[in-house]
């Protein structure tokens, strides 16, 4: 269906004394070629780089959304999680997503404070669509979406020709230690059929996955 992208994904286990941010630096510094590095779950992932159909698709999405009076969705920027203590536990760049509000003063000076990296909670709706990765979207980054609490995941899986709007995230309490962000998930799931329309929860509208049939 569509051509293999040049580079495989590159996992890379993290010093836990560096912080994330000036390791995923480094590493688009030190780079050949354009790379936006993400760090989930205590590993940096360095995504392949994206097809047509992949990235015909997720504009196709973006069109759905804007036409339908979804105005803050976007694509491109990227989001920061954070503990209890402020250490940064997540760097995302999700293919799309839709916004809570634009950002403010405050949003801003955050991105700034942190070279480039937004807030997580900016975020209402998050989008990604596989790649020959696509191990890290069905598994790390939907728990590490659900761990920061956000509403809807959506998730276009080309290697399983399925759609998913994953909704109600839940992360476990722990008795005796702070919550684990690997034991979150989403409790409801819509799953559809590449082809066929995607209900995602109001005021979205539904979507429309043919581009990626």
């Not at 696509?134 to 659900?146: F, I, M, Q, S, V």
């Not at 399983?160 to 909704?167: D, V």
């Not at 992360?171 to 082809?195: F, I, M, R």
């Amino acid at each position: 269906m569509s051509a293999e992208p040049i580079m495989e994904p590159i996992m890379e286990p993290v010093v836990p004394q560096v912080d994330p941010i000036d390791l995923l630096s480094k590493l688009e510094s030190a780079s050949p070629m354009p790379i936006r590095p993400e760090y989930v779950e205590g590993t940096v992932y360095v995504p392949p780089q994206p097809d047509e159909n992949h990235n015909d698709g997720i504009g196709e999405l973006y069109l759905q959304f804007r036409t339908a009076g979804v105005h803050l969705v976007g694509f491109g920027s990227g989001f920061r999680a954070a503990d209890k203590d402020g250490a940064t536990t997540a760097l995302l760049v999700p293919d799309f997503y839709v916004r809570r509000r634009k950002a403010s003063e405050l949003d801003e000076s955050y991105r700034k404070a942190h070279r480039g990296w937004y807030p997580v909670d900016m975020l209402a709706l998050v989008g990604e669509v596989t790649s020959t990765n696509h191990e890290t979207d069905t598994g790390p980054k939907l728990r590490t979406y659900a761990a920061a609490g956000i509403p809807a995941y959506v998730l276009i899986d080309r290697h399983a020709k399925t759609a998913h709007c994953y909704t109600d995230p839940v992360l476990p309490e722990k008795t005796d230690e702070d919550d684990d962000p690997v034991e979150a998930y989403y409790s409801s799931d819509t799953k559809v059929t590449l082809g066929d329309p995607l209900p995602l929860p109001a005021p979205y509208p539904a979507l429309d996955t043919a581009p990626f049939a």
